[in-house]
């Protein structure tokens, strides 16, 4: 049952799908431990990957764990060559998807915060972060909407929009609420 609506979840790229059907397998002692690694590392909740990884039994880690929870580890000490040498290996055909997915959203939030931390950035600089070879990096980025100084080798990042809205969990009302509560005592 938790299989396939894994399965379907992967199928339409629901990746907090994926994470949730994951923990309730996990919950009821049929884990998922690759997926759910992965799909945590696409969501950027390092927290949570962290987490789960300190509490998979040693015994049930396997390389293919292990070198996910490396991607991860990488991600989290901000080392990005390592993240992407982390991720080209080779994969099973069952989590290669997923991997393909956490390089995507990687490279994204990436190139994302360049855009919005940099007016201009080297070519050289710009591929070590996106881990593309240099020769790539400029036609990625002007797909983009970078612009490019070529005298230079200088990218320009387009502008960063305006951040989206965020998503309301409502399960988080009651802290909340409690701690607006606690803060009004202390007044």
């Known amino acids: 049952m938790a299989e396939q609506a894994l399965q379907a979840a ?11 059907i994951c923990q309730e397998s996990e919950l009821n002692g049929r884990p998922f431990y ?7 590392l696409i969501l950027n ?3 949570n990957a ?5 509490r998979i039994p040693k015994d ?3 390389p293919e764990i292990a070198a996910i929870w490396e991607i991860g ?38 190139l994302t915060l360049l855009s919005s ?20 990096t400029i036609p990625f980025c002007q797909a983009q909407g970078w612009g490019l100084d070529s005298s230079n080798q200088i990218l320009i990042p387009k502008a960063a929009t305006a951040s989206q ?13 409690q701690a607006v509560v606690f803060l009004e005592k202390k007044l």
Request: net charge positive; proline share 5%; hydrophobic share 40%.
């Open 34 to 40: 690759d997926a759910h690694l992965a799909s945590l």
């Open 165 to 177: 809205n965020q998503k309301v969990d409502f399960g988080e009302l009651p802290s909340l609420t």
């Open 73 to 110: 580890r990488n991600i989290w000490t901000r080392n990005y060559p390592s993240v992407y040498t982390s991720l080209n290996q080779n994969w099973s055909p069952q989590i290669s998807p997923l991997i393909a997915k956490v390089a995507l959203s990687f490279r994204t939030r990436t």
């Open 10 to 20: 992967l199928a339409a790229s629901d990746f907090q799908k994926i994470a949730n």
């Open 45 to 47: 909740d390092l927290c």
């Open 117 to 136: 931390s940099y007016s201009s950035i080297s070519v050289g600089d710009c591929s070590v972060f996106l881990g593309l070879a240099p020769e790539n």
């Open 60 to 62: 049930l880690r396997t």
């Open 50 to 54: 962290k987490f789960l990884w300190k």
